[in-house]
């Protein structure tokens, strides 16, 4: 009997040593991506004025779009998106570029480019519009649903917050915003998120910025209630709470733009 003991005691530490090792080595929702080297992605906003609007989304689907689409070919960059606003609005931009790396040194590449184009825009894009913010990012937390639809239906609605603590905001997005996030992809509604931090957060800037994907226009119409819908399931978590309850304190919204993906001319 006390041999049987003694296994049962010696079994029953092994399982909880084994626990202990498997908490210390989970990596948190947040570390989707490793900050160990540099940023491998750009993210590019442009302003131009009304009268051109026209001519430089149709700019951004012709040459632009060929443009970003040799750079890509040549092994420049990895990845290119394009967002158009389809409104003007004040305090926003009309478009943006994002863009990513397989590197941190392939980003040195996009510096020479610059040189000689601003924001990536041939002489004549540079004609209809000009960069108005560059931002080097790190893409800390990403999700696609299992159904995301056609991407080029989808509302992209981006979002640029302001936070007063990196560290306190990361724990903030872990456990206020991706448990909500999560509750809407399982609602059909959202089709994937992406989550951008600032490399470099210097003085009155975009220290984060959303891209929330939804599924068409039905679904962006939806956007409120599923909000409310996904907040009731989640009121009785005690760390949801404890964020929702302080997230003023902790970062500021800025202007919102509701977008759309732009695709090359066919």
Known sequence: MQNKAWVSRFSLSRCLLLALVLLLTMRPVAAETSTAGGPLHILITYRSAAADRPAFRDYLRGEGMAHFGKLKQDGVIASYQVLYNPFVQDGTWDAMLVLGFKTYTDTQKWKDIESTMPGGLTPAGVKLAHPLT?????????????????????????????????????????????????????????????????????????????????????????????????????????????????????????????????????
């Open 134 to 266: 560059t931002i080097s990012a790190d893409l800390m937390w990403s999700e696609t649903g299992k159904n995301p639809g056609v991407a080029k239906d989808g509302v992209y609605y981006v979002i640029p917050y302001e936070y007063n603590n990196k560290d306190q905001y990361r724990e903030y997005v872990d456990g206020y915003v991706i448990p909500q996030v999560k509750g809407w992809l399982g609602e059909g509604v959202l089709s994937s998120y992406r989550i951008y931090m600032n490399r470099y957060p210097v003085g009155p800037t975009t220290d984060a910025l959303f891209i929330y994907q939804y599924r068409d226009l039905d679904a962006f119409g939806k956007r409120e209630a599923t909000v409310a819908k996904i907040r009731k399931t989640l009121k009785d978590d005690p760390v949801w709470k404890k964020w929702s309850d302080i997230k003023a304190t902790i970062r500021d919204e800025t202007e919102n733009t509701i977008t759309e993906l732009l695709e090359p001319k066919k």
